[in-house]
């Protein structure tokens, strides 16, 4: 039977056709039936293989072959894994969070075991091998507690018995089932998890699905062992290697037949250090471990010993792997076969040798194995046995030493020993070595098959080894390859951030230096994207486009393997060097540099990627290539899928301390495309110490994939993404975990850096902004580390408190062995607090917060929440320490713990989805960028909730201002109602403490609004923060109407009682006439003969004649205005203490034109005078608020003059009014004016105004020329009398003249008031308020428009006089919108017929209640007192009103009524809109300027309007600031126009003076000790400022004219901004896009 074994091992393959050989045939058959499987299948195939039956043989192997795959079925089933078996599991399957994974839970059915199994392997738990199945849980939640309780307890004791193991199934079989369920990398990750968990691997899979046994090569390839061999002892060096290419010695154990003792307890013990046992093999004393084995008998383990480099406790002295098969080698021989051709030693355990077994052994002969038995206690007495091993002694070379007797009575300790000093001598004296590449060699000569082989997995090699088959090391290939990320990349990184903190800037001015800066950038871009794609690179990138996923996986996994090797050697070269040098910091420090410069991975190759998509992307948005040309545009989606499939993704690079931005975005943003949209996620990050074993914990946790390993520490931060099942979304409150792994802070190779703190603080920072929840990784170990770190983290939090965020986070304390840990460190956690109140002070002094801040005020700390203790890793001494069962078990507490948390703060955290997440990530990058963190920081969310509260704030404002406009009209009305006397009387309190109380009720229902929306509002956070300003706002507004209101009453009153003045002689001239009328009509009816009508015109003419010349009683005088005016306004400057002066002439001789600076305007210091002399800034300033302020007034005079009616004094009394308030201003009192300055300014002012009003004075005595009207009057007076005298029917022509003389004018009235506030409505309220939606917007649209017509003095009228050209612009738009619009007629039909139903509805009220016409119109003026002024005195003939029916009156006046409205339609349709403007008594063009205008303060520097909310705010912001320049600064000596920009001139080198300043020079970035409530912050990219860097450049020369000084000097490169360039700007910076 010689050589059996080694053709045994190609049988299979050589079978074809069934030729079939009749006696052998039947005889074999006959075997077959003696035979079960178990015992001797192998055999009999062997038998039929010597007697050429092959084809019987494989009949053989089939039968028994079906019969396994029965077996198979059937175990699958049980499990309820069978579906895997064709669609294999995935790690990402795993990963998944679902309502389990924050549950403990142990298994229930036989289903259960894989999960648990997967789970539990996962976490590294100890226990993951246990199959025992529980009873119902008692927090199963279906049955109430106590009932469950009692039912559980009889549930428990019927079941003690028959809940017997065999319910369960065999650990291995669970084992055998989950390896065959999973896909090649989810084997490889559960062989890696036990090999952690000190579990022997599975090296041989019985065959179950496949013809032979498989060996499991490639599902041990990620793992790496360390191991301190003693040669290294000495100086502390350590070995880490791949276990698959670590050659050593193998001892393989095998059972002949049975045997009384558990083989695998023995190799436990053989392997388990001293004093600490621990079960690498599962023995059947172990639970469960006694079931039969339904699949798992041929399995072959493998386990290993490494030592730890002491020589008196290590048992072996170098690695050795120890071997276990399972089953009898009888039934297994292929496995024996196998076993014998690898290892250097065999031992056979066994009883007895029979005769069959013998000869078996037999054909072993000539194999270069040593063969050990070992007989247990009865094969002592078993004569038989004795005599085949002395005959197989020359057989097997074996002597005495190679027989082992274990009996009853040896002592196990001995025994143990022996065995070990056995195999230290085998160790010793062969020098047979072998890897796991030559075991996979070996087992393919064997028709073994091996997992490797697989297509995929050679292709995806294949690909790898054309990438690094050229590769000699590390230096090499990353200056052949990966060019873009060398050098380059560190400059370009550099150079961003000088931009932002302009270090080195010395005596170059800010703009130029960022000139500089930005050329260096573009042509650091450029050599990036001019370098050559390496074949390499180019073979990596196909590679990725071109292989499947799973060759794809295969592919990077394999270029993984071969970079580790590669870069091994380099790395554990520099390792020891490093150790050895402990001491010397200087040379530490070159070699932690040579550390990392050394490492190799295939992140290297993904960021040059990144690189190479980041300089392309650079080129086409500086125009030097086209987008068409664009190579890489493919790139993102790749390294999405990347994301997708589990890879961890670079987020910060932590070799330069950078973020590729535009590459993050695109890739995240393509994973959000391919996630549909859907990816609300909620970020944890890991912080802490170096090597405190973060990544460790998140891939515990989570069964992640980020890198461990102590030499080559993580570098920056990774990212990864965890799905969260459907079904558990809901209550998470997410679709994803997006998870974090960070580099170790004070890592002791950057220590000595001296920015290490920095680059320390940078990503502490990063990282916990961008996180919700970050977990503090702390080890105890070392106290000073512990302390820096914590300073560390202290310092972070507090800077992103301050930018508004509320950091959510954990302290793990790592290696915390006491249980008690929790409670003993109560006394240290209130040192511990003060501490961190003490760092908390520190942080907030380093980050120049000028206030008092404790830890408290930073983050919610309750110990009990926020601290958590985890045992150390390691149960032991590594590497032979087994991960330990607590550290597990709480890893998972600390998971569910998690959860809890996030459903804890669910208000607090707000997941983000990916666009916003990129947007938070490059707000953050870019503040961090800067120096001053929290001053650069602008928050994207915080800016949209502010623009969507803005705009939600301006709706309800105008709601208010709309209810208050109406509300004061209608008083209004009431008061015109009134009769003078009653004005002074109580009504008129009343009236105003009503609109007081309509003021609060309106302020209050904003209040109430606001507090709704930002409770129901998606960001409600960041709305809390800000809403301070808008409740100061409606304070203020409220103020601003409590104010208006009062002065409209008051005028309103006023108003009433001038006009009843003025009325009152006109009704009494009426009166008399109506008397004489009268007389008249009584005289003409007592006379006997009735007069014609030729008659009674004569009594009449001459009647009239009489009465006129009695009573001239109101020929007009002309009133002169100049001296009204000239004695309003000495009266004026008598109470401000202001003298007129000497030579002060009459008003008639000013006029604005002619107004001048003089030298006496200025008021200056001694001290001041020298600087004025160079800069006439205050010279100027002064000139420009004289012109403003006569802009503004002489809008007022034209308004007076537009609008119809006769002078009034109050007109006078405004305009001073006006100017007084502006001087009181705060700039202005500043300025150091004269008081010869106010006089004149005021003289000048009322003096152009005093002509106006003297011109309207006259027009309009001339309109209401009394004479005229006489006429008109005599007429109707004529035609009263005649037809009361004929006695004609007169209600008809009454109730006209009713309609005319007294309606319309109320109707038209009424239109006036209300038209005006129905116009603003309109427009704030349509789709034109977008317009007008934030002031943001606001400005966004007039730039966009500026630009558009790109005309110098639109921009000039831009800049100088903001709120005139704001007005301007809302008055064309007005005009525009209505002198095109059909809106207007419906808006004042609308206003129309509303009153005139209301009209109708007092008709008819008022009929019944009166008799009299007079009484009817009295009721009916009450009835209508709210809303119209109806004079009814005008009516001409009033006297004489009862005569008519009262009845047909109304119902004329009902018929009439509609003719009306068209009437007064058509004459407002004819009026031009301008005209009708003028005469709206709410003007909508103030409503809608009073909206985006705001508190209408300018940038000190540079005059850009400030764009907060509201009137009244704590700091005034602006998106965008101008070149200075623009704003007219130059240089005081040169007169140069400046053209810095504020937002680079507060981070850079500057300084600037003003009177502000006292002249003196003053650091800008200390603007806000001048100016402490503007907010100016440096701009969030290179080219926000491009909008007014192209105005400046196009008009250069025209804006140095304007201002008296020279073109500036501007840097080069703005030369080439374009329009477009310019709009995009725009855009970026109001976040238009
Ligand atoms: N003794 C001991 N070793 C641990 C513990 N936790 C992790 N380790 C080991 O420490 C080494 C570093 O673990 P990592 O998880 O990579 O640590 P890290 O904090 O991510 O390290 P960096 O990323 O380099 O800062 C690994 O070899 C771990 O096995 C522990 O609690 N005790
Ligand atoms: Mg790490
Ligand atoms: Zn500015
Ligand atoms: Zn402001």
Known sequence: ??????????????????????????????????????????????????????????????????????????????????????????????????????????????????????????????????????????????????????????????????????????????????????????????????????????????????????????????????????????????????????????ISFVRLGSCSFSKSQLLNEVLSPSQQYHDFFIHRDMESGNVPREIADGLVEISWYFPAGRENLDLFPEPIAVTNLRGDIESHWLQFSFLTEISSAVFIVTESISERQYALLSSLQGSAAQYYFILSSQAEQCSETLGFLNKLAPVLKLNKLNVLEKSNSTNETEFVENLQRTIRSITNSSNKRVNMEALAAAARELGVLVDEDLEECQSGRKWAREITMNMRDVTNCKAEMLKLQGELWNTVTKVEKELCRMKEQGTVPPEDYKMQLKEKLSELRAQQNNCELNDGLIKFINGLEQLTAVEKHHFLKWLKYSLDHIAKDEHSRLQVQYNALAGDPQKLEELGELISAGSLEVKHFLRELGQLYEAEHAMVKEGKIADCQRQFTPLPGIAADLMLEGFPMELIDGDVSNIPLQWVTDVLTELHTKLGGRSKMVVLSVLGGQSTGKSTLLNTMFGLQFAVSSGRCTRGAFMSLIKVAENFQQELGCDFILVIDTEGLKAPELAKLEDSYQHDNELATLVIGFSDITIVNMTTENATEMKDVLQIMVHAFLRIKEIRQKPQCLFVHQNVSDVSAHGQNMRDRKHLLEQLDEMTKAAARMENLHKEVTFSDIMDYDPEIHDWYLPSLWHGVPPMAPVNLEYSESVGELKKHLFQLLRIHSDEILPKNIPQFTEWVKSLWNALKHENFCFSFRNPFATEAYNQLSAKFSELQWEFQKNMH???????????????????????????????????????????????????????????????????????????????????????????????????????????????????????????????????????????????????????????????????????????????????????????????????????????????????????????????????????????????????????????????????QEDVSKLRTSGCFEVDLKLHILGEAASVFQEIHDSSLKETDPWQSLKELKLQYFSILKDLYLDKEQSHKRARDFCDQCLKPALVDYMNKRLGIAMADDILRSGQSTDYASRGFFQFTTQKKLLEENDFYNYVSYIEDYEGFVKNWIQIHLVDHYSENEGLEDLEGEILSTVIERVRGALENSEDKSNTVSAFIDNFCQVLQKDLVISKDSLVGIRFINSINTGKFSAFIQTFLSDLEQQILAEFKHLEIEF??????????????????????????????????????????????????????????????????????????????????????????????????????????????????????????????????????????????????????????????
């Open 966 to 1224: 109406l509300w004061l009209s209608e008083q209004e009305t009431i008061i015109q109602n009134q009769a003078p006397d009653e004005l002074e009387s109580e009504v008129f309190a009343q009236l105003s403490q009503g609109t007081q109380q309509k003021l609060q009720h309106e302020e209050d229902k904003i209040f109430e609004c606001l507090e709704k929306y930002i409770k129901d509002g998606a960001s409600s956070t960041h709305m809390l923060e800000i809403k301070e300003d808008f409740i100061r706002s409606t304070r203020s507004t409220t103020s601003t109407f409590h104010h208006y209101s009062h002065q409209q009453l008051e005028r309103a009153k006023n108003n009433r009682k001038r006009h009843c003045k003025y009325y009152n002689s006109e009704a009494e001239f009426r009166k008399i006439i109506e008397q004489e009328v009268d007389k008249l009509l009584e005289d003409c009816r007592s006379r006997e003969h009735k007069l014609n009508n030729e008659e009674l015109e004569r009594e009449f003419q001459a009647m009239w004649r009489e009465v006129l010349s009695e009573s001239m009683l109101f020929s007009s005088m002309k009133r002169p205005i100049f001296q009204e005016m000239q004695s309003l306004l000495e009266e004026d400057l008598e109470i401000r203490g202001r003298l007129m002066h000497q030579e002060a002439q009459s008003l008639l001789h000013y006029s604005m034109s002619s107004f001048t600076m003089k030298k006496e305007y200025l008021d200056l210091a001694w001290s001041e005078i020298l600087k004025e002399v160079f800069t006439n800034e205050s010279w100027r300033k002064a000139e420009e608020l004289a012109t403003s302020l006569m802009h503004q007034c002489s809008a007022y005079i034209g308004e007076k003059a537009n609008s119809k009616g006769d002078y009034n004094k109050i007109y006078c009394g405004e305009l001073l009014c006006m100017i007084n308030e502006r001087l009181r």
């Open 1476 to 1633: 009708k403007l003028s005469l709206l008594s709410v003007k909508p063009r103030d409503e809608i300027f009073k909206r985006v205008f705001g508190c209408g303060k300018q940038c000190p520097f540079c005059k850009v309007p400030c764009e907060a909310v509201g009137t009244d705010h704590k700091e005034h912001f602006a998106s965008v600031h101008r070149p200075q320049g623009l704003g007219s600064y130059r240089c005081s000596e040169t007169y140069i126009l400046c053209y810095d920009l504020c937002s680079s001139a507060v981070v850079a080198n500057a300084t600037f003076q003003c009177p502000e300043t006292q002249w003196e020079s003053h650091p800008f970035k200390d603007y806000r000790i001048i100016f402490p409530d503007w907010c100016i912050q440096p701009d969030p990219s290179i080219n926000t400022s491009d909008y007014w860097k192209f105005v400046f450049k196009e008009f250069n020369q025209e804006f140095a004219e304007r201002y008296d000084a020279e073109p500036a000097d501007l840097p080069g490169d703005w030369e080439k901004i374009t329009k477009e360039q310019a709009l995009e700007s725009l855009e970026e910076a109001f976040r238009m896009k």
């Open 1 to 250: 039977m010689g050589g059996a074994s080694g053709e045994g091992g190609r049988v299979g393959v050589s079978l074809k056709a069934e030729q079939q050989v009749e006696d052998p045939r039947d005889l074999t058959e006959e075997l077959l039936r003696g035979f079960k499987e178990d015992d001797g299948v192998e055999v009999t195939r062997k038998v039929l293989m010597a007697i050429s039956q092959q084809d019987l043989a494989e009949r053989l192997t089939k039968t028994t072959g079906s019969e396994r795959r029965r077996a198979l079925q059937d175990l699958l089933s049980k499990l309820k894994i069978d579906q895997h078996r064709s669609t294999k599991l995935g790690l990402r399957d795993l990963q998944e969070i679902n309502t389990g994974s924050s549950k403990d839970w142990t298994p229930q059915a036989l289903g259960d075991l894989p999960w648990h199994f997967l789970r539990k392997v996962m976490a590294l738990n100890g226990m993951t091998r246990n199959t025992s199945l529980g009873h119902g849980e008692l927090d199963d939640e279906a049955v109430s507690e106590e009932e469950e309780e009692e039912l559980y307890i009889e549930d428990d004791f019927f079941s003690l018995n028959d809940t017997c193991t065999t319910d369960s199934l065999h650990p291995l079989d669970v084992l055998c089932a989950v390896l065959l369920c999973s896909d090649s990398f989810l084997q490889q990750e559960i062989l890696s998890k036990m090999s952690m968990c000190q579990f022997a691997l599975p090296l041989l899979l019985p065959a179950l699905d496949t013809p032979r046994c498989t060996l499991l090569l490639w599902a041990m390839r990620d793992i790496v062992r360390k191991w301190r061999p003693h040669s290294l002892a000495e100086s502390r060096g350590f070995r880490e290697e791949s276990l698959v290419l670590r050659s050593m010695p193998t």
